[in-house]
């Protein structure tokens, strides 16, 4: 059974920095690229990030581009993003997904709230 | 920037066919862009329908399917039942390692 297990969410203060993790069980992680995905208070899905399955190709969108970093540890089957400078319009559930042409597999998300 | 559109509401009555569709706001949503379909209700994390325009994944029921109607990502529910009630969303790849999702469609069963 495929699982994926977000964690590393959380209150942080604007301009702050907060590590998510996504550690997942169930396919050969390492043969797969990895997608974040965040959605909003209310709010529809926003793709964030993603990266290749051995970690050489990254890829962000606009929004978040030179703020958060993605990154993955085959060795430990863990897929994290890096979030700096976090700003109000950062708060969001925040999702890991398996594969990046399609998502297959969905993390049970994590929360991360932006406010002083 | 590249929008993908998707009605916003609809409704369908129980056992009655509703077709979702999903486009671009410049070009058509073709099987290149791999229009996957998203279903997500209220708390919960998004699940995977249909990906690869037409391939239901596993455990979707078959009255669920993909499909490109003229120049648009289609998703069809035959036979709806109560629990459809949702929020559906299509993704789009864009290329270079960029996916884009729709605003998403509330679906109501009454």
């Known amino acids: 059974e495929v699982q994926l297990l977000e964690s590393g969410g959380g209150l942080v203060q604007p301009g702050g920095s907060l590590r998510l993790s996504c550690t997942v069980s169930?396919?050969?992680?390492?043969?797969?690229?990895m997608t974040w995905v965040r959605q909003a208070p209310g709010k529809g899905l926003e793709w964030v990030s993603a990266?290749?399955?051995?970690?050489?190709?990254?890829f962000y969108a606009d929004s978040v581009k030179g703020r958060f970093t993605i990154s993955r540890d085959n060795s430990k089957n863990t897929l994290y993003l890096q979030m700096n400078s976090l700003r109000a319009e950062d708060t969001a559930v925040y999702y890991c997904?398996?594969?990046?042409?399609?998502?297959?597999?969905w993390g049970q998300g994590t929360l991360v709230t932006v406010s002083s | 920037q590249t929008v993908v559109t998707q009605e916003p509401s609809f409704s369908v009555s129980p056992g009655g066919t509703v077709t979702l569709t999903c486009g671009l706001s410049?070009?058509?949503?073709?099987?290149?862009?791999?229009p996957t379909w998203y279903q997500q209700t209220p708390g919960q994390a998004p699940r995977t329908l249909i990906y690869?325009?037409?391939t239901r994944s596993s455990g979707v029921p078959d009255r669920f399917s993909g499909s490109i109607l003229g120049n648009k990502a289609a998703l069809t529910i035959t036979g709806a039942q109560a629990d459809d009630e949702s929020d559906y969303y299509c993704?789009?790849?864009?290329?270079?390692?960029?996916?884009?999702f729709g605003g998403g469609t509330k679906l109501t069963v009454l």
């Open positions: 997904a398996n594969r990046n042409y399609y998502l297959l597999h």
């Open positions: 169930g396919f050969t992680f390492r043969d797969y690229a």
């Open positions: 990266i290749s399955g051995g970690g050489g190709d990254t």
């Open positions: 410049s070009g058509s949503s073709s099987t290149g862009y791999h």
């Open positions: 690869n325009t037409n």
């Open positions: 993704g789009l790849y864009m290329g270079s390692g960029i996916s884009v």
